[in-house]
Nanobody, 117 residues
């Protein structure tokens, strides 16, 4: 049994920052790529960023320069530092992880981020 648990969401003013965390726990042999996605009301879930086990990061174009993904392999945790937040960043943010070999994709339950004055 594997669980991904996100934390760090909340209400922030435009221009502010938040740091999301997602910790994987359970029967974990190895974790490959980890990522963050988001889903705004009435919209499809979209990629925010991914990071490989070696630390190579990939970002959606609209997040480049404002968001930074990182991970701590020893803690099975992935982070998302979000700066210069805009109202359009308001969404539920989900983490995922490819775990084991062959890999299976796991998702967290999501954490709400609201950017509003």
């Amino acid at each position: 049994q594997v669980q991904l648990v996100e934390s760090g969401g909340g209400l922030v003013q435009p221009g502010g920052s938040l740091r999301l965390s997602c910790a994987a726990s359970g029967s974990i042999s190895s974790i490959n790529t980890m990522g963050w996605y988001r889903q705004a009301p009435g919209k499809q879930r979209e990629l925010v960023a991914t990071v490989t086990s070696g630390g190579s990061a990939n970002y959606a174009d609209s997040m480049k320069g404002r968001f930074t993904i990182s991970r701590n392999n020893a803690k099975n945790t992935v982070y998302l530092q979000m700066n210069s937040l805009k109202p359009e960043d308001t969404a539920v943010y989900y983490c995922n992880a490819w775990i084991g070999a062959p890999g299976r994709l796991y998702w967290g339950q999501g954490t709400q981020v609201t950017v509003s004055s």
